[in-house]
């Protein structure tokens, strides 16, 4: 028996021996040809810049023919043309004056077989001395008043104003108001003329001016000037910046330009608004009366364009794929989802995340509720005015498919407040990782709060992303939407407009009452109107990004108006009105009851009990003497990517609300 379990294994040895000797021959026979090199791109980063003055910043290109590469630059996710690629592989990026804070710029460089290589900096534009930036003002005709604006860089411009003057007139100076961000705007009257208009800003001891040509038109002498507009005026003399284009702009008869907004392929969305590159002009706006455009441009994930990521607690690399589908259905649209998220994640001890099957309905046309006489079990505050989202559970999903809960862990404390440390969660381990997310029972992974990171880039040097931090971003806008809530309302980020227009972190009005700490979950907070930016929901009605005029939406939040937890983290009510779901009661085992969580509902099979679930079945030991299909079995598996092997040898048992598994499993080495 002995002597056939080692022919048997030689034989395998030498079958492995073959192959790898046919793999070297082949690999041999290419060694004529000269082997395409792949090309590298390199940069300082972390530098501090001087903001306004239009600084530049060199990357160096390497490659065995430059002639062959492309180059793609980002500014800020912003796809930007504006750079010349040297002889000897030098590159200047031109960093825009109007840019402040810390800047990202990401490289890309290509060759013509497909090789390529990345590189991403970040920089710092500071002003330790007041500067000025003005763009041209655009004509006007007489008897209009002419607007110009521009942007105020110092370190503290709450300790600056601002003014204009005619320099050599007789008015004197006049006031110019600035926003707290060095912003200003104004208007000024004028004659039919050009003259000089001086801008000042006096800031402490320092002071700096800047000046441009105002200029007032005869009537009728200005208007559009390009022949390739369509209203085109050959008498005007002056371009009043009027001009229009039609979709054809190339004139072949054709609606090219629309074309190219068709699809919503996010693979093609280099600076990340949501929009199709080619299509910023021609589509700004959406339909707040019909999200369906919205949400087909918004949701990531569709058509395969997601990207490979990894669970940090697992061995080896997982290769997740996030995938999102979207359908319109009688009225409504139909998102299915299989619950990966598209960056790097962390499951937590309920390890580990798997694909789900979630499919959820929103409204096309969301709607206010205006019904009120809604149950208050889970949202005291709301008074019944708004239907509550669950305190555990979907009550959400993220844009990239990823499910939303409540604030509430399997026991009914606040998940966020224990991670957070305002109070000790004693009755089941609680573990929030990254982007304040983990899985919980069978494999499903969801966030208890942030959910920003989906639109994080960790490309920068040195940075991966254990590196991601809440806030995600400081740079002075707006944030993206980041979910959708059941009601079909937007979530976005943590950054919005305040009452005074001005962008800035938006704020919870929720606190906890009086001695509590979040042990008890919901029941331990109280909203008080005005102590942050949001409503009982915690949502507000504004302009976003996408929506200028204006819609009704939510925010992630960390903080309230004190400055203390953020609480309920996403929302806590439903502001509009949430389709009937045709869902099963009995789904939710583990997050809406089960063990450690609450009674099943009625009529709902309970399941064993907890630390009973079924274990796989292990049937006696097989024959000593190894049979051929078992060594071939071996070698097939001796083959296989690592992480098949770590499938096949950790069961993984269920887990709880929170992520506590409730069976043994072997330790993950």
């Not at 090789?115 to 007489?142: K, Q, R």
């Not at 999200?291 to 087909?296: G, K, N, S, T, Y």
């Amino acid at each position: 028996m002995g002597q056939r379990t080692q022919s048997l294994t030689l034989a395998g040895i030498m079958f492995l021996s073959v192959l790898a000797g046919m793999l070297m021959f082949d690999l041999d026979s290419t060694t004529e040809e000269l082997p395409n090199i792949k090309p590298s791109i390199a940069g300082d980063s972390g530098e501090t810049l001087q903001a306004g003055l239009e600084p530049r910043v060199m990357l160096l290109v390497s490659d065995e023919n430059l002639d062959s590469v492309t180059l793609e630059i980002l500014i800020d996710g912003a796809r930007t043309e504006d750079y010349t690629l040297s002889e000897n592989g030098e590159v200047w990026i031109e960093i825009p004056p109007d840019k402040r804070g810390v800047v990202l710029i990401e490289a890309s460089v290509i060759d013509d077989e497909g090789l390529s290589d990345d590189w991403a900096g970040t920089f710092t534009m500071s002003a330790a001395s007041p500067i000025l930036v003005i763009g041209d003002p655009i004509p006007v005709e007489e008897g209009e008043k002419l607007a110009f604006g521009g942007t105020l860089f110092f370190e503290e411009i709450s300790a600056c104003t601002a003014r204009w003057e005619e320099p050599g007139g007789s008015g004197g100076s006049l006031p110019i108001d600035l926003d707290a961000d060095g912003r200003f705007s104004h208007e000024i009257a004028g004659e039919v003329g050009a003259v000089t208009i001086r801008v000042i800003a006096d800031c402490g001891s320092d002071t700096t001016q800047t000046e441009f040509l105002a200029t007032w038109l005869e009537g009728d002498n200005a208007g559009c000037t390009d022949p390739a507009a369509s209203n085109y005026d050959s008498s005007s003399q002056t371009d009043d910046g009027s001009c229009e284009y039609s979709p054809d702009s190339d004139g072949d008869g054709t609606n090219d330009d629309q074309d190219l907004c068709e699809g919503h392929d996010d693979s093609a969305d280099a600076d990340g608004d949501g929009i199709p590159d080619g299509c910023d002009d021609i589509q700004s706006k959406y339909d707040s009366s019909d999200m369906l455009e919205f949400w087909q441009d918004k949701f990531l994930c569709q058509n395969n364009s997601g990207l490979e990521v990894d669970d940090y607690n697992t061995t080896g690399h997982d290769a997740h794929m996030c995938s999102v589908r979207l359908n319109s259905e009688d009225g409504n649209i139909s998102i299915t989802m299989n619950g990966l998220p598209n960056h790097d994640f962390e499951s937590g001890p309920g390890c580990c995340a798997s694909p789900q099957t979630h499919v959820i309905m929103i409204p096309r046309a969301p709607a206010n509720d205006t019904l009120g006489g809604h149950d208050t079990t889970n949202c005291p505050e709301a008074a019944g005015s708004y239907q509550c989202a669950a305190d555990r559970g979907s009550i959400a999903f993220a844009i990239n498919g990823v499910p939303i809960f409540g604030p509430e862990d399997g026991p009914g404390g606040d998940a966020v407040a224990s991670q957070h440390g305002a109070y000790e969660e004693d009755r089941q381990e609680i573990w929030l990782g990254l982007c304040h997310g983990h899985s919980g029972p069978g494999g499903t992974y969801h966030y208890h709060a942030d959910a920003n990171c989906i639109h994080w880039h960790n490309e920068a040097q040195n940075e991966g992303w254990r590196n991601y931090s809440f806030p995600p971003d400081l740079s002075g806008e707006q944030s993206p939407v980041i979910g959708v809530a059941l009601d079909g309302y937007p979530i976005y980020g943590a950054y919005g407009l305040d009452s005074l227009g001005v962008v800035a972190e938006m704020k919870s009005s929720y606190r906890l009452k009086e001695g509590q700490t979040g042990y008890n979950g919901i029941d331990d907070y109280e909203y008080v109107e005005g102590l942050g930016d949001l409503d009982v929901c915690n949502g507000h009605f504004g302009p976003t990004p996408d929506f200028p005029e204006g819609i009704y939406h939510y925010h992630s939040t960390m903080k309230n108006g004190d400055g203390e937890m953020g609480f309920p983290y996403f929302l806590i009510c439903y502001h509009g009105v949430v389709p009937e779901s045709d869902s099963d009661p009995c789904d939710g085992y583990g997050e809406t009851w089960g063990p450690g969580v609450g009674p099943p509902p009625d009529g709902c099979d309970p399941g064993p009990p907890q630390g009973q679930e079924s274990l796989p079945t292990i049937g006696p030991p097989g024959p000593l003497e190894p049979p051929i299909i078992g060594l071939i079995g071996v070698l097939w598996l001796l083959t296989r990517p690592s992480n098949t092997l770590r499938e096949w040898a950790f069961w993984k048992g269920s887990s709880g609300q929170a992520g506590t598994t409730h069976v043994c499993r072997p330790t993950q080495g």
